[in-house]
């Protein structure tokens, strides 16, 4: 072997070690060298995720896009950029980090509850509900309700009523005191509604109400649930203070379009 222009002779295990000393400067190098491009891009992260907090989705989508730069394989990374897209209304380059997300890091079940959020956005029900179950087998998943809350969505936009009640239970077991609770308890009486049970539904949206007084999706719910239970003045006051609450927005509309119905 021939070192610096000198000509050695050993064994193997001694030319194993040589070789050794000879690499280990390389390979601290490219570690130290990793280790300064996660440290970059953990700046570009945070940075990314300061403007995706505040809705600032082309400024977070330019620091996260110099983050993929130096750390392409960084799970995180991809499902902050799918975030991002989302954001700005491009789905399908959404669909497409979180499916990367997914590929580096599959258990991962913010990312499949965010995917099924958007094919359930988009009426890929089935997809959706998949995403979301996919979700719930981690075992060490923090916070199902979020994720318990959107199935339900699937179920009941599929007439699937006594599942979507199922997932209600479910999420309300599970996270009682979870900030969804006021929506969890309006769904449910919305699809106690749907199964044909006015009674059982005023139950529940009485119990939103009581948490969150200002719902006003849960005040034109409860104005159908009375409509069907045949009490009409019932129905106007709770169509009347949806109108009040949000007048401007879909839910506003039609409570005034179905307090027509209910007054002279």
């Given amino acids: 072997m021939v070192i610096m222009g ?6 193997s295990r001694a030319l194993s070690r040589v070789l050794l000393l000879l690499l280990l400067p390389i390979g601290l190098a ?44 960084d799970p995180k990374v ?4 799918g975030i991002s ?15 990367r997300a997914l590929s580096l890091k599959p258990d991962e079940s913010e990312v499949h509850n965010f995917l099924g959020a958007i094919y359930l956005e988009k009426g890929r029900y089935d997809d959706a509900i998949a995403s979301f179950e996919r979700a719930l087998t981690n075992i060490l998943y923090d916070t199902p ?5 959107n199935i339900r969505r699937d179920y009941y936009e599929k007439g699937q009523y006594e599942m ?36 059982e539904a005023v139950v529940h ?32 006051a709770a169509f009347r203070t949806a109108v009040k609450l949000a007048p401007e927005s879909e839910v506003g509309r039609k409570a005034k379009e179905q307090l027509k119905t209910v007054t002279p």
């Fill in 30 to 73: 490219a570690c130290a060298n990793k280790a300064q491009l996660r440290e970059q891009a953990g700046a570009h992260i945070n940075v990314g995720s300061a403007y995706l907090g505040s809705g600032q989705y082309n400024a977070a989508l330019k620091e996260l896009l110099e983050a993929e730069k130096l750390t392409p394989d």
């Fill in 78 to 81: 991809h499902y902050l950029l």
């Fill in 205 to 236: 949206l009485r119990k939103s109400l009581d948490l969150a007084p200002s719902l006003a999706e849960s005040h034109y719910w409860l104005g159908l649930s009375y409509q069907d239970l045949n009490q009409p003045d019932m129905a106007a």
């Fill in 145 to 149: 309700a979020a994720t318990l809350y």
């Fill in 85 to 99: 897209y989302h954001g700005k209304g491009l789905d399908e380059k959404a669909i497409a980090e979180f499916q």
């Fill in 6 to 11: 000198l000509r050695i002779t050993m064994d």
């Fill in 164 to 199: 979507a009640l199922k997932h209600y239970r479910d999420a309300a077991a599970k996270e009682p005191y979870t900030v969804l609770m006021p929506l969890i308890e309006k769904n449910m009486g919305a699809a106690w509604l749907a199964k044909g049970n006015p009674e």
